[in-house]
């Protein structure tokens, strides 16, 4: 006879399950002594028809929990598969939005490797502020060049209204000015990556736990 209930209540039953089917294999005692002159075991202190039937029983409960796990658990994929939620960026099956929910939060099998937008926000952020740093550093180097060509053309104390000469140094400071080449607008795109991964994880949450807590599985 088969039996339904809400998937939350399947996936809390599974989780049950499995310290059930831990706890029983943990305890399970279907190996024993005997000396030939004692008729009861040595650490049991039973016959070995009571300790057979004990074991086969403690064998059988496991397995019949082994299949109820298997069966409810059969049951969740099976729903998982065909079930949709809905966000801002698309429909899902519940199974393809628990997978791209544990992607983003670098869980299951990805771990960090799978976390492909934070790391692609990552690396974007760190160029942009090296490229940043670099042409500091660069253009301020630049002004104390030019400083030293002003002073060497003018003199520290020379008050030369006539400041033609100067324009060589400014000219070499607009051709030789080192400027950040940011084609993408890196720090937009970082921005939108992170706000899209922040908002479709909220989302995937809250509808994965909306649809599991309205569906119906049957096992």
């Known amino acids: 006879m088969s039996e339904k209930m809400l998937v939350t209540q399947a996936?809390?039953?599974r989780d049950l399950l499995v310290k059930k089917i831990g706890d029983k294999i943990q305890k399970i005692r279907i190996v024993d002594t005997k000396k030939k002159n004692e008729e009861k075991t040595v650490t049991d202190h039973v016959t070995p028809d009571e300790f057979g039937s004990a074991a086969s029983a403690s064998y059988q409960q496991i397995m019949d929990l082994i299949d109820r796990y298997q069966r409810i658990d059969a049951?969740?994929?099976a729903s998982n598969a065909v079930s949709v939620v809905k966000t801002s960026y698309g429909e899902f099956t519940v199974?393809?939005?628990?997978a791209l929910r544990n992607r983003i939060k670098e869980g299951g099998i990805y771990q960090?490797?799978?976390a492909f937008e934070k790391r692609l926000a990552a690396q974007m952020e760190r160029q942009y502020q090296l490229a940043v740093q670099s042409a500091d550093m660069?253009?301020?180097g630049l002004e104390s060049q030019a400083e030293t060509m002003r002073l060497s053309i003018l003199g520290k104390d020379s008050k030369v209204k006539d400041e033609k000469p100067?324009?060589?140094?400014?000219?070499?400071?607009?051709?030789?000015t080192t400027e950040v080449i940011d084609p993408l607008d890196s720090q937009k795109k970082v921005q939108e990556l992170r706000e899209?991964?922040?908002t479709l994880l909220t989302e995937l949450?809250?509808?994965?736990?909306?649809?599991?807590?309205?569906t119906m599985v049957e096992f």
């Open 75 to 77: 049951a969740i994929v």
């Open 205 to 214: 949450d809250t509808q994965i736990k909306v649809s599991n807590a309205t």
């Open 138 to 140: 660069k253009n301020k």
């Open 166 to 176: 100067l324009e060589v140094v400014d000219a070499y400071i607009r051709e030789n």
């Open 196 to 198: 899209k991964m922040d």
């Open 95 to 98: 199974a393809g939005a628990i």
């Open 11 to 13: 996936l809390d039953e």
């Open 112 to 114: 960090e490797s799978g």
